[in-house]
């Protein structure tokens, strides 16, 4: 191999701090448009993150739930109108982003709070977030999920406290 070829290899491995800091703002938009107080939701400013055709992806202790980014908008607002969810608050605790070209892909560690005083997690998980460069701007095309109630046996066991 060239060492022209090389260098241009590399190159294409090494993210742009740009694209970095886009993926950032990506995902920070994201945490502040699910966390809301009072029963006043932004969630559908999310909506503005993702590609038309993104999905959402959520684990239940039951089955796995696959929904367009319109229809995960709309059962969230059902729960705040009805007062199922008043207020939510969820923060990024640790993440790691890699980025290939036009894809990135960042795993995200977060806790989920009823308010942001509350002193405990109610929940804890991790995101499997997706993003595609489209026309020179970052877009989210699917984000997974799977969580953990902080007082399960398998969160619990996760920690190697359930003995």
């Not at 950032?24 to 999310?46: T, V």
């Not at 908008?73 to 036009?102: D, Q």
């Not at 595609?132 to 066991?157: C, N």
Request: proline letters at 3%; aromatic letters at 10%; a negative charge.
């Amino acid at each position: 191999m060239h060492t022209t070829s090389l260098f241009l290899l590399c190159q294409l491995l090494q993210p742009l701090r740009s694209d970095l800091v886009s993926i950032e703002s990506l995902s920070q938009q994201l945490f502040a448009h699910i966390s809301f107080q009072d029963g006043k939701s932004n969630m559908a400013q999310i909506q503005s993150l993702f590609l038309p055709e993104g999905q959402l992806i959520r684990f239940t202790a039951q089955e796995m739930v696959v929904q367009s980014v319109g229809d995960f908008i709309r059962g969230f607002e059902e729960m705040v109108a009805t007062g199922e969810l008043t207020s939510l608050h969820e923060v990024e605790v640790r993440s790691e982003t890699k980025i290939f070209g036009h894809i990135a892909h960042r795993y995200s560690m977060y806790e989920s709070r009823f308010r942001p005083e509350d002193p405990e997690p109610f929940e804890v998980g991790v995101n499997s977030i997706q993003f595609v460069k489209k026309d020179g701007q970052w877009f989210i095309s699917t984000m997974s999920w799977d969580a953990l109630a902080t007082d399960s046996k398998a969160f619990r066991e996760a920690l190697d406290l359930g003995h």
